[in-house]
């Protein structure tokens, strides 16, 4: 059987590589250079909140991530390269005028979940400093000690390097697909055929898809004097900010969210509202160097729910929006699952 996935951002990654691992041989088409990281998947932080995403998210969002979350512990141990991956829980806060906030977001996920899978992940309030001792100034906050994070850009560069070494695939770097059909994809004007097309191109499939782009903007500091261990996200009326902590001090702030196809660089306003927000988290991360910022578009759709369309020899993965490193292993394993099937579907904010 001769398949196609077109994009290699995350979900074209991981389709191609679970149907290599299935049997199949792969042509897998990207307009990216080699080693370009273009792709919005480079740019995402790796926060994997099934459950605080619940805040701005459907449940559906919540089963795909605690899904993820145990393929992701199934599937990294199958990588030849590491991955750095963290499963130590979360913390939500907020500062004293805002506590008001935190107890909207503990109703708000009381209310999403249901009661089975809240004793499974639970949420729990404490004090901020039982969990990361210098934010005692914070007081009160939220522990969801099931949730945890990734490094996508090694996850990015691991499937890369199992794809590269497998002969079951052709990665045609470079190459702009001009339309994604059931069972055919052109190039340069030239429609090749397949038995089926699997169309993960993000953005790039703006023709075809009600998507629209959503920039997010992130920072990378790195922070001698801060020394956090969690994954701490700040509830605050106007600046929501995340901070990743990674190896060597280094700490992710993010990430706007700003409705637009905008790929310019990160804009004084948002540096001073990320900056500002994290400086109120630690006062350590003042002498923090900026390391790199990053923008990217994320790909969404009206309702901010991820679409897995399978008809006539095309799968369509798409609207992975600000959740697509931690739903890309559950919407994977589905759309993969029924193209097994064949038979036509559309999962769209219905997953079972
Ligand atoms: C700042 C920021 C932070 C984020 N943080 C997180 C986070 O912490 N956790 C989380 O879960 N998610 C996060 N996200 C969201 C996540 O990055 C996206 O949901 C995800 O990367 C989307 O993956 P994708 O594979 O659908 O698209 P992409 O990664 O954009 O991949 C699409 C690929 O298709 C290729 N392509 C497009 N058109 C064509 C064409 N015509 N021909 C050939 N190739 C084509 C592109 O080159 C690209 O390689 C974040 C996003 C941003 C911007």
Redesign the pocket.
């Known amino acids: 059987m001769k398949v196609a996935v ?8 991981f389709v191609a590589w679970r149907l290599v691992k299935s049997g199949y041989s792969v042509e897998l ?4 250079e080699k080693d370009e990281e ?12 099934p459950l605080a995403e619940l805040e701005m998210a459907e449940a559906d969002i919540f089963r795909y991530g605690l899904r993820s979350m145990s393929l992701y512990q199934e599937w990294l141990p199958e990588l030849t390269q590491p991955v750095f991956f963290r499963q130590i829980g979360s913390l939500v806060t907020a500062h004293g005028s805002d506590k008001i906030e935190l107890d909207h977001f503990y109703r708000l996920i009381q209310r999403k979940v249901d009661q089975d899978d809240l004793q499974q992940n639970p949420v729990e309030k404490v004090q901020v400093s039982s969990i990361e001792p210098d934010l005692e100034h914070l007081g009160e906050g939220l522990y969801l000690p099931s949730e945890g ?1 990734i490094d ?1 850009i090694g996850l990015m560069a691991a499937l890369a390097s199992e794809l590269e070494q497998s002969e079951a695939v052709n990665w045609h770097h470079n ?4 339309e ?1 059909m059931g069972g055919a994809v052109t190039v340069a004007g030239n429609t090749i055929n397949f038995d089926w097309t699997f169309d ?6 703006k023709d075809d898809l009600p998507l629209r782009a ?5 920072l990378w500091l790195q922070a001698p004097d801060v020394s956090l261990e969690h994954l701490t996200r700040l509830i605050h009326p106007r600046y929501r900010i ?1 901070v ?1 902590p990674r190896p060597d001090n280094i700490y992710l702030i ?3 969210e700003i409705e637009s196809e905008d790929y310019s660089s990160v804009s004084v306003r948002s540096s001073l509202e990320l900056l500002s927000a994290a400086y109120s988290v630690h006062r350590g991360f003042g002498e923090a160097r900026i390391i790199k910022s ?6 969404a759709l009206p309702d901010n729910l991820p679409t897995i369309e399978t008809d006539q020899g095309l799968t369509r ?2 609207g ?9 292993p559950a919407v994977v394993e589905q759309a993969l699952e029924d193209f097994a099937q064949n038979i036509p579907k559309v999962t769209h904010a219905n997953y079972s």
């Open positions: 077109v994009g290699a951002g995350i979900a074209g990654r088409f990207d307009k990216a273009s792709a919005c998947s480079f740019a995402a932080a790796g926060i994997l909140s994070q996508p190459t702009m697909v001009e994604v993960c191109r993000g953005l790039g499939a959503v920039r997010g903007e992130l995340y990743v993010g990430a706007t990053v923008v990217n578009c994320r790909p993965i798409n992975l929006y600000r959740h697509g490193i931690l739903m890309a």
